[in-house]
T-cell receptor, first 112, second 114 residues
């Protein structure tokens, strides 16, 4: 059975801290792994990872994929209160089975 | 349009009432997905369209749920005889037909069944 597991489920940090969010998966016909940020209702796209070991960076956010161990991490350095959100990990299956499987998310609360 | 548009944003239905939720995907996007997101949970897959063809409806929780996309653009998710357990946010997403692509989400419709 395909599944995506995120940890921790929730996290409370103070501004300036660095956080690491985890996503492990067991999905057949893997195509890519995606990270989304969900503040209100619409998840907004952060990163897409297709190859192992290649770090994607955007400002204070970075992410990497390990296709051998079937996991990804999302790092946020120097956290700000605006980073408070639910971070969702999704795995995209191959085109013929076009689905994005989501984890339950990690709820991040950054306190001033 | 510029993004995925969903309507209504909020819907309160009495138990037993039928509801229809609309999704207007990004223009030209071949793939359209419906997801159900319960409070504190990640989005759960409901159904997938490629143009007007519903290729996967394995996530629809019961035969009270029905989705269509007759002209390969706008999609409607219909829930008949709503139950309290149907209360959730219903998210629509669309994507293009590139092999590696992300899904673009709408703002969702929050359905509350009372």
């Amino acid at each position: 059975e395909d599944k995506v597991v995120q940890s921790p489920l929730s996290l409370v940090v103070h501004e300036g801290d660095t956080v690491t969010l985890n996503c492990s998966y067991e999905v057949t016909n893997f195509r890519s792994l995606l990270w989304y940020k969900q503040e209100k209702k619409a998840p907004t796209f952060l990163f897409m990872l297709t190859s192992s070991g290649i770090e994607k960076k955007s400002g204070r956010l970075s992410s990497i994929l390990d296709k051998k161990e079937l996991f990804s991490i999302l790092n946020i350095t120097a956290t700000q209160t605006g980073d408070s959100a639910v971070y969702l990990c999704a795995v995209h299956k191959l085109y013929n089975f076009n689905k994005f499987y989501f984890g339950s998310g990690t709820k991040l609360n950054v306190k001033p | 349009g510029a993004g995925v548009s969903q309507s209504p944003r909020y819907k309160v239905a009495k138990r037993g009432q039928d509801v229809a939720l609309r999704c207007d995907p990004i223009s030209g996007h071949v793939s359209l997905f419906w997801y159900q997101q319960a409070l504190g949970q990640g989005p759960e897959f409901l159904t997938y369209f490629q143009n007007e063809a519903q290729l996967d409806k394995s996530g629809l929780p019961s035969d009270r749920f029905f989705a269509e996309r007759p002209e390969g653009s706008v999609s409607t998710l219909k829930i008949q005889r709503t139950q309290q357990e149907d209360s959730a946010v219903y998210l629509c997403a669309s994507s293009n037909d590139r092999v590696n692509t992300e899904a673009f989400f709408g703002q969702g419709t929050r359905l509350t069944v009372v």
